[in-house]
């Protein structure tokens, strides 16, 4: 999962910001604002041909056969980890380094999140290390898709199958990204996906769906989000209400027409970073594995003395932040774990060097030019 990015200081002269949301919206508005005046004048707020035509643009988008909108990226975890059959006291797999909602998600279900260690060029999770996390009581595998790049799917699989686990995908900050595998989002038994509008497919407020090609999953995950109930009033299970609003249907719509140019100019902006960042010491900027198409969610690179240089970064009018600061290990919600500092290292050592760029489709050379100035004289 993704979430909001930390900052630690404020400037009132942002010179380049962290991210433009308002371009994105400004390019889609002829297309969008007529559809939600019609929906306006027809009150018609809840499912409906906008949701449907989306769902199905969206799984041929991924190349999986069924999308199911629900009403946000965590929503999508819990109802993906429940269709995979994990249940109270049972254990998911999770990397240590994510947005909170990955493990929250397990959580909620009264499943227990096993954290594992990620590897130190992607900070991914580390197959590695997963199989040592298995126990009779593990149920599933979730794999995070981090900062728009393809967790190792398959080498998690043959781990997978030795243990009768479930792959879950948490795919919110990789939409179009790939691997030599496929496609994030249909790489396991089922995936889930956050359109918060700060993903690279996000919509005009909260937003998700889960992704699989098992019908049976689907029809799941459809019943449970609406009150274990296909058909009015008969209710077959306990769910819960999570449903994709008809209102973020049209801005989706619009936003993945263009998913595809977005993401090439994020790669373009990636690379420029790349080029300029190879003369600054002290900078790490971030890898990409082999085979890998990244979509560049967040361009994270690694210094030393994090804070300060976030601050002067912050101070100069940069929109930095961070993602994320704390592993998950460390945070308070997870005490009762019982885990403690030094137990993964690597997610330790990473979460106090991590720092990210300012990374949008709309993003300029030359406002690069002025956040990687600003980082150099930061890292002297």
């Given at each position: 999962m993704g979430g909001r990015a930390r900052t630690t200081?404020?400037?009132?002269h942002v010179k380049v910001p962290f991210l433009d949301l308002a371009a994105q919206s400004a390019e889609i508005a002829d297309e969008v604002l007529p559809v939600w005046q019609a929906q306006l004048l027809g009150a018609g707020f809840v499912g409906g041909p906008e949701v449907a035509a989306f769902e199905q643009e969206y799984a041929a988008y991924v190349?999986?056969?069924?999308?199911?909108?629900v009403g946000n990226g965590t929503d999508a975890v819990e109802l993906a980890l429940r269709a995979a059959g994990v249940g109270p006291g049972d254990e998911v797999v999770v990397p240590v380094n994510t947005f909170i909602a990955t493990a929250e998600a397990a959580s909620r279900i009264g499943a227990v999140p096993v954290f594992v260690d990620v590897d130190p060029e992607h900070l991914l999770i580390d197959p590695a290390l997963v199989e040592a996390a298995v126990t009779a009581r593990t149920r599933a595998i979730a794999p995070v898709h981090l900062y728009g790049q393809t967790a190792p799917v398959e080498e998690l699989r043959p781990i997978a199958e030795r243990h009768g686990l479930a792959i879950v995908e948490d795919a919110a900050q990789s939409q179009g990204a790939s691997s030599l595998a496929g496609r994030a989002g249909a790489l396991g038994l089922v995936a889930a996906t956050s359109f918060y509008p700060g993903k690279n497919l996000g919509a005009a407020g909260d937003a998700g769906a889960v992704l699989t090609n098992d019908p049976e999953i689907a029809a799941f995950v459809r019943n449970v989000a609406a009150h274990g109930s296909t058909v009015k009033y008969v209710h077959d299970r306990v769910g819960f209400n999570s449903r994709l609003d008809a209102v973020q249907a049209p801005v989706l719509r619009a936003k993945l027409r263009r998913l595809d140019e977005w993401n090439k100019a994020r790669r373009?902006?990636?690379?420029?970073?790349?080029a300029q960042l190879a003369d600054v010491p002290g900078v790490r900027a971030p890898a990409v594995r082999p085979g890998n198409e990244d979509v560049w969610h967040l361009y994270v690179v690694q210094v030393e003395e994090r804070d300060r240089v976030l601050s002067e970064l912050l101070e100069a009018g940069i929109?930095?932040?961070l993602h994320y600061p704390t592993p998950l290990h460390?945070?308070?919600?997870y005490t009762h774990l019982g885990y403690g500092t030094g137990q993964f290292p690597v997610a330790e050592a990473a979460a106090a060097r991590i720092l990210s760029l300012p990374?949008?489709?709309?993003?300029?050379?030359?406002q690069q030019d002025l956040v990687v100035e600003a980082l150099a004289r930061a890292v002297r």
């Open positions: 200081a404020r400037s009132s190349g999986v056969e069924h999308v199911i909108g373009a902006a990636a690379d420029r970073y790349a929109g930095a932040a460390l945070t308070e919600a990374m949008f489709p709309h993003l300029t050379a030359a």
